[in-house]
């Protein structure tokens, strides 16, 4: 599969520049490339492993509406890379998805995030409700990560 062989041969120099420029250090992270239609199970495995369960409802994810994506992964951080919305036209994309996802891997590291993020995945499971406070608080957060990511996606110019 060519879209592994490529994010094998750049994880780890994306994963230097993403730190190098933020200066922070990413989670222990495992990446992931699926099929386009199993996307939504690894990203539910994930899930249940974070949250210690194994069973619950699975929160439907459409795989079409990503390239990549970022989870809590048990103790780590999973990014899982949808091989089908990276289909040969669009696999110029894969080196700044790949940067992308590795900026949401840094941002996890950050005081406070990581608990967030997990208090939103009991939230979304029906564990533990968040108040209607709280999920504005979590979403604005998410919205200024994605920004961030999105405005270091050129670090993928400067891989090789």
């Not at 094998?8 to 250090?25: S, W």
């Not at 992270?29 to 492993?49: F, N, S, W, Y």
């Not at 890379?81 to 996890?108: K, M």
Request: aromatic letters at 4%; glycine letters at 8%; a positive charge.
């Amino acid at each position: 599969m060519p879209l592994l062989s490529r994010v094998q041969e750049i994880a780890d120099q994306a994963a230097r520049l993403v730190q190098q420029k933020m200066r922070e250090r990413m989670t222990p992270t495992r990446i992931v490339v699926a099929a386009q239609k199993h996307c939504p199970e690894v990203v539910h495995q994930a899930a249940q492993r974070t949250l210690g369960i194994g069973h619950g409802p699975v929160v439907r994810e459409p795989a079409v509406d990503y390239l990549g994506i970022t989870a809590l992964d048990g103790e780590g951080t999973l990014i899982v890379i949808n091989a089908g919305a990276l289909a040969p036209e669009a696999q110029r994309w894969l080196d700044e998805t790949v940067v992308h996802e590795i900026v949401h891997a840094v941002q996890f590291g950050r005081p406070g995030s990581r608990e967030l993020a997990l208090k939103g995945l009991r939230n979304n499971y029906g564990v533990e409700k968040l108040t209607l406070t709280r999920a504005w608080k979590a979403n604005r957060g998410i919205g200024k990560d994605e920004r961030e990511a999105a405005a270091l996606e050129h670090l993928a110019r400067e891989i090789r």
